[in-house]
T-cell receptor, first 118, second 113 residues
Framework: GAVVSQHPSWVICKSGTSVKIECRSL??????MFWYRQFPKQSLMLMAT?????????EQGVEKDKFLINHASLTLSTLTVTSAHPEDSSFYIC??????????????FGPGTRLTVL | AQSVTQLGSHVSVSEGALVLLRCNYS??????LFWYVQYPNQGLQLLLK??????LVKGINGFEAEFKKSETSFHLTKPSAHMSDAAEYFC???????????FGGGTRVLVKP
């Protein structure tokens, strides 16, 4: 139980294009999902918290217009990197917390998406 | 505010030896504490969690951690390292910032044969 998937697992795009990453909770409803960014050999940095049906809450320093987050259903959140540039290349990981999962703020993580911008 | 400090960005152990990964936290409210493991190019897998039920927490793959409030610590141990334990380990705290998890910097474990 509590499986989270991400699609795609890796993506290569040209500079200036937009990329959409999907995060799905497969066997539970996730009222809250999180998006993280991880640079090589570094820890996870929280980018934003998305709650189903409402606007995402972004962490300080994260550009809202560049990283568009949509949480339209209880099982799907999407992260769109708009006008991607090489410095946006990173490993993006989502996680989910929901009423059907264990409490104590436990998060279940997706496998991550490797984004490379040429 | 909450924070996590993991002492040692790299730990090297021999196969069969004790694994000890250190984690100290700061939280203005009673914390929930987690240890996650990350294998290369993968997401995070929960090893164990402290939720105030018991100070000694047993997790998967033979790992356990002890919550020590007086030391604000939650160190992770495994009596005998296996080659498959080579990975990155993250300690995380939640509680003071709502649903958010705050991660430590991570500790990379290398297991020598």
């Amino acid at each position: 139980g509590a499986v989270v998937s991400q699609h795609p697992s890796w993506v290569i795009c040209k500079s200036g294009t937009s990329v959409k990453i999907e995060c799905r909770s497969l066997d539970f409803q996730a009222t809250t999902m999180f998006w993280y960014r991880q640079f090589p050999k570094q820890s996870l940095m929280l980018m934003a918290t998305s709650n189903e049906g409402s606007k995402a809450t972004y962490e300080q320093g994260v550009e809202k217009d560049k990283f568009l987050i949509n949480h339209a259903s209880l099982t799907l959140s999407t992260l769109t990197v708009t006008s991607a540039h090489p410095e946006d290349s990173s490993f993006y990981i989502c996680s989910a917390k929901g009423p059907g999962t264990t409490s104590y703020n436990e998060q279940f993580f997706g496998p991550g998406t490797r984004l490379t911008v040429l | 505010a909450q924070s996590v400090t993991q002492l040692g960005s790299h730990v090297s152990v021999s196969e069969g030896a004790l694994v000890l990964l250190r984690c100290n936290y700061s939280s203005s409210v009673p914390p929930y504490l987690f240890w996650y493991v990350q294998y290369p190019n993968q997401g995070l897998q929960l090893l164990l969690k402290y939720t105030s039920a018991a100070t000694l927490v047993k997790g998967i793959n033979g790992f356990e951690a002890e919550f020590k409030k007086s030391e604000t610590s939650f160190h992770l141990t495994k009596p005998s390292a296996h080659m498959s334990d080579a990975a990155e380990y993250f300690c995380a705290v939640s509680g003071a910032a709502g649903n958010k998890l705050t991660f430590g910097g991570g500790t990379r474990v290398l297991v020598k044969p």
